[in-house]
């Protein structure tokens, strides 16, 4: 296959390295048209831009290391946007107008397809329309309304058929719009991860921390964000009001009083409704890019009491082993102890813990792993650069 020409991927918005488009498709407006990295699209596609936009930003974006088949249809009125990872079959045909022959649409109508979405063969998307992440369009399908993060839909108009549940670890099949709500609201009330922030007189880094989680997470239906605040800086409230007003997915606590280590760290625990908690220090941020395939490392261990971090200097995807009992405990954390941040447990086995358990004086984690471990050996081992 023959690649579009130096003369035409200048002209481009944005051109990221690796990428590889077929010279045998139309692009109407190059100069508002973006490519990420490894964008990989086939012969036959027609990416049409209508009506220029004024300020010169791009209509069609296309994030990184996205796979499009043949005769991909993209038509931007306003604005188009694939986020990382989107996948999309053949004679797949995407327009932020209802009717194609528009030449005019509202100034808010935009398509998103959220990451590592899949989005079936002859299928269509139309009008002001956001798909979450992780999400699959069965092939035919017309999507009209916005998908949730999580979901797979399929017909004309497309209707949920399966949602990932958390709670299950499954993708559970529903059989009604009500049925599907009932399992999106569960959802919400049960994440799959929940992330809780300590502060301690941080008010600049914990804006950092939180800009480098909800920039790769937006509203994502598996995570929730729990902020706890030890009362040290009057302005570390004032750092969350932005995030409170815009994300359902986060939750802010405030302590009368300043408070020691170990005591936010039990409240975080207690306070957190996903599967897993991750306890993190806001000094600190998330490495770019790092979430979402954390996710599935927790969807893989469910049956596991923690996840032991390793922290990798160069990003990669995550490298996991499935361990059990002391002797692998101690054979891995011998030489070094583990990190401190962040770290990872199961809520569930935990809450066998509750009452009994004591944070030593020494190194609290390390009792913590401990105490885990006699209520369940199994954990596992996740080698991988999940904060900076």
């Not at 139309?126 to 035919?140: D, E, M, P, Q, S």
């Not at 405030?254 to 000094?283: I, P, Y």
Request: hydrophobic content about 35%; aromatic content about 8%.
């Amino acid at each position: 296959m023959k690649y579009i020409s130096p003369s035409l991927f200048y002209r481009l918005y944005r051109y990221g390295t690796g990428c590889r488009i077929a010279m045998d498709g139309f692009l109407s407006l190059p100069e508002q048209t973006a490519f990420g990295t490894d964008v990989k699209i086939r012969a036959g596609y027609r990416l049409d831009i209508p009506v220029p936009a004024e300020n010169g930003s791009p209509r069609i974006v296309i994030g990184n290391r996205c796979d499009c088949s043949n005769f991909l249809t993209i038509s931007a009125i306003n604005r188009v946007e694939l986020k990382d990872n989107v996948m999309t079959g053949p004679h797949v045909f995407i327009t932020d107008a209802r009717q194609v022959w528009e030449k005019e649409g509202s100034s808010v109508s935009t398509v998103v397809i959220g990451e590592n979405s899949w989005i079936g063969a002859h299928s269509s998307i139309l009008g002001n329309v956001k798909i979450g992440t992780g999400c699959v369009v069965g092939a035919g399908s017309v999507v009209l309304r916005d998908i949730p993060d999580y979901c797979v839909v399929a017909g004309n108009p497309a209707e949920f058929r399966r949602i990932y549940d958390p709670s299950s670890g499954d993708w559970v099949r529903v059989n009604s719009e009500t049925e599907a709500r009932e399992l999106l609201d569960r959802r919400r009330k049960d994440p799959l991860l929940s992330i809780c922030l300590t502060v301690h007189d941080q008010t600049e880094e914990l804006r950092r921390c939180l800009e480098s989680i909800y920039t790769q997470i937006g509203d994502d239906g598996l995570i929730e964000v729990c902020v706890l605040d030890d009362s040290a800086a009057e302005e570390t409230e004032e750092a969350t009001c932005y995030y409170r007003s815009q994300h359902t997915n986060f939750r802010y606590i405030r302590n009368s009083a300043s408070a020691s280590d170990n005591s936010l760290f039990l409240q975080a625990v207690s306070m957190a409704r996903g599967r897993f908690v991750m306890l993190h220090n806001s000094e600190t941020c998330l490495a770019e890019g790092s979430l979402l395939p954390f996710l599935n490392v927790l969807h893989t261990h469910m049956d596991c009491a923690f996840v032991l971090m390793e922290h990798m200097h160069i990003p990669s995807a995550p490298q996991t082993e499935r361990l059990k009992g002391l002797s692998d405990y101690l054979k891995h954390t011998a030489a070094q102890p583990p990190v401190q941040y962040p770290f990872v447990l199961n809520r569930r086995e935990w809450e066998q813990l509750i009452g009994s358990f004591q944070p030593g004086e020494l190194d609290p984690w390390v009792h913590l792993h401990y105490a885990l471990l006699k209520t369940n050996p199994h954990f596992c081992l996740c080698r991988y650069k999940l904060s900076e």
